[in-house]
């Protein structure tokens, strides 16, 4: 199915790892995508790719956990690209560390930008959506939410995206609006190589030591997510919702 208008896509987390690809991904199906991050300038080389490319973008700095600035990056992008039908709530942050020495500050963070951030973005989105008759939502979980260890903030939040998700698909559905989840295993980003900096390894061994547990006997790269979103996203993905797909090379859940 094609349209004749592009839709607009509003990619949070967007200036590098999944969230870049995810916004490269859905320019090159044809959408016009804004892409918010902590810093506007960071998303600029990403921006002038889709440009390039004969794409259209905007680039827009906005904390995902901020209620005003969300509003007010909306109302830009409705403005300078069109009215966002479609959200990928990607920000993300690792405040990892045991039960019994992570802080109040870490567990707060963590909910903050995953479950407050993915809360304002979709409230603020939906009104365009359900006024639209059509929207796509997806929502970045992780195998963690199953659990993991050093990662008590992150696995409840990446849980919680998916009871979030969930509840979405049945409230917005009528509205010709799906949500869906994805969780991604283990993806090569800065979020890994960070990881294998706290444990103190190179990230090669890292990896290698990961991949050793991953069924395809390969890491995932930020395209893998990509072309999950790009599914969700797309106009005949209509009757899937509520949905998680683990993007893991093999079985997690
Ligand atoms: P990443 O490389 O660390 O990128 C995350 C992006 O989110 C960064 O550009 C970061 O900006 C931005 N961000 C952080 N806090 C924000 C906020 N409050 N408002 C707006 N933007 C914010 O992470 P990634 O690996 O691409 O992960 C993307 C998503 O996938 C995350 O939700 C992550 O939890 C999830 N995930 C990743 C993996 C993996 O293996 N990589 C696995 C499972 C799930 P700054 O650079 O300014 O901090």
């Not at 979405?168 to 991604?184: R, S």
């Not at 900096?197 to 050793?212: L, N, P, Q």
């Not at 999950?228 to 106009?235: C, G, L, Q, T």
């Amino acid at each position: 199915m094609t349209r004749s208008t592009p839709r607009t896509a509003l990619v949070t987390g967007a200036a590098r790892g999944i969230g870049a690809a995810v916004a490269r991904r859905l320019a090159a199906d044809g959408l016009s995508v804004a892409l918010v991050d902590l810093d506007e300038a960071s998303c600029d080389s990403v921006v002038k790719e889709i440009h390039d490319a004969g794409g259209r973008a905007l680039g827009c700095g906005v904390d995902v956990a901020d209620e005003s600035a969300v509003h007010a990056a909306i109302e830009r992008i409705d403005s300078e690209l069109g009215e966002p039908t479609v959200l990928v709530n990607n920000a993300g942050i690792l405040r990892d560390n045991l039960l019994f020495k992570m802080s109040v500050e870490d567990w707060d963070a963590v909910m903050n930008v995953h479950l407050r951030g993915s809360f304002l973005m979709t409230r603020a989105v939906q009104e365009y959506m359900t006024t639209a008759g059509w929207g796509r939502i997806v929502n970045l979980s992780s195998t963690s939410a199953l659990g993991n260890r050093g990662q008590a903030n992150y696995a409840a939040a990446k849980a919680g995206i998916q009871g979030f998700t969930k509840t979405l698909a049945i409230e917005l559905g009528k509205f010709g609006i799906t949500a869906n989840a994805i969780a991604p295993g283990f993806i090569e980003t800065e979020m890994t190589m960070a990881t294998a900096e706290r444990v103190g390894v190179t990230f090669d061994d890292f990896k290698s030591a990961v991949t050793k547990q991953i069924p395809v006997g390969r890491g995932g790269l930020p395209d893998d997510i990509a072309h999950a979103v790009s599914f969700f996203v797309s106009e005949d993905a209509g009757y899937v919702s509520g949905q998680v797909l683990y993007v893991a090379g093999g079985p997690a859940a």
